[in-house]
């Protein structure tokens, strides 16, 4: 079936650094934009960043500019997030999730479970 | 930025009845406009896209309508597994969340 397993949550440091991967099956990767999008503590949902099918586009909440990067490996169907810089308010679960091609469908018709990351000292 | 605008934040209404739910948006987003379900400790779930199409497997009973800066999502006679928290989502900008609406057993 379709699925989206994040891994590589864990607690940081404030001003370190994490990578999280979300490996994808039952479905095409390599066909779809991929995103990252986080829920704080008793917090709503926020978008953080996407990546088109090819890799070739990447786009940042303003939040997040210059201290995360999305990149993805279509031939191990895997979608990764690389953040640093961390602070307190990163704390969150971070789901990866799938949209359709193209800016104006961005709504997430598929998503992974959740990594948690905290950030504490 | 467009910002999400949801209410109320709770609502209590009882099995069988009706729950509506309002989304306004602070600038238009045509009808691009999602809802999701979520119960705690999962991920969200994709009810509503394009402001009134049902995702795959959604039961008729959840319907959304609206178009430009007002939104509304109505639940026909509430089952137990549709108390939950609900988030509208906009896509004609970057994307953005409304902070929920929690629908509780009245």
């Known amino acids: 079936q379709v699925q989206l397993v994040e891994s590589g949550g864990g607690v940081v440091q404030p001003g370190g650094s994490l990578r999280l991967s979300c490996v994808a099956s039952g479905f095409t990767f390599r066909s779809y934009s991929m995103h990252w999008v986080r829920q704080g503590p008793d917090k709503g949902l926020e978008w953080v960043a996407v990546?088109?099918?090819?890799?070739?586009?990447?786009f940042y909440a303003d939040a997040v500019q210059g201290r995360f990067t999305i990149s993805r490996d279509n031939f191990k169907s895997t979608l990764f997030l690389q953040i640093s810089s961390l602070r307190d308010d990163d704390t969150a679960v971070y789901f990866c999730?799938?949209?359709?091609?193209?800016?104006?469908?961005?709504?997430?018709?598929?998503w992974g479970r959740g990594a948690p990351v905290t950030v504490s000292s | 930025e467009v910002v999400m605008t949801q209410s109320p934040a709770t609502l209590s209404v009882s099995p069988g009845e009706r729950a509506t739910l309002s989304c306004r948006a602070s600038?238009?987003?045509?009808?691009?406009l999602a809802w999701y379900q979520q119960k705690p400790g999962q991920a969200p779930r994709l009810l509503i896209y394009g402001s009134s199409i049902r995702a795959t497997d959604i039961p008729a009973r959840f319907s959304g309508s609206g178009s430009g800066t007002e939104f509304t999502l109505t639940i026909n006679s509430l089952q137990s597994e549709d108390f939950a928290v609900y988030y509208c989502?906009?896509?004609?900008?970057?994307?953005?969340f409304g902070q929920g609406t929690r629908l509780e057993i009245k």
């Open positions: 600038q238009s987003v045509s009808s691009n």
């Open positions: 999730a799938r949209s359709e091609n193209g800016y104006d469908n961005w709504f997430f018709e598929v």
């Open positions: 990546i088109s099918y090819d890799g070739g586009n990447k």
């Open positions: 989502q906009q896509y004609k900008d970057w994307p953005s």
